[in-house]
């Protein structure tokens, strides 16, 4: 299986941003679909993730600001990011954890948030 993400981009301070990522296979077996992200010089982090059942955990930075939400039929799952700063400016991937195929990471999408 493979991940495909996308909607990074350039927002202001501020402004709202949505990714996307999709599964190029159905997701077999109990899993966890997720975002990290990495800035410059950082380690990469967890932002959110978001079970099979619909249980989500977010960053305390993102809460509130994040939502985190997944189409079992679709195979996707989709990052709505608002009120960003520059402290979000980071490559951001998507994450799959299953007891079928292990862990698999997406290939990242930049988000750059500046003025």
């Known amino acids: 299986v493979q991940l495909q993400a996308c909607g990074g981009g350039l927002v202001q301070p501020g402004g709202s941003l949505r990714l996307s990522c999709a599964s190029s296979?159905?997701?077999?077996?109990?899993?966890?679909l997720g975002w990290y992200r990495q800035a410059p010089g950082k380690e990469r982090e967890l932002v959110a993730d978001?079970?099979?059942?619909?249980?989500?955990n977010y960053a305390d930075s993102v809460k509130g600001r994040f939502t985190i939400s997944r189409d079992n039929v679709k195979n996707t799952v989709r990052l709505q990011m608002n009120t960003l700063t520059p402290e979000d400016t980071a490559v951001y991937y998507c994450?799959?954890?299953?007891?079928?195929?292990?862990?698999?990471w997406g290939q990242g999408t930049l988000v750059t948030v500046s003025s």
């Open positions: 978001i079970t099979t059942g619909g249980d989500t």
């Open positions: 994450n799959l954890r299953s007891t079928f195929y292990g862990r698999v």
């Open positions: 296979a159905p997701i077999f077996g109990i899993n966890t």
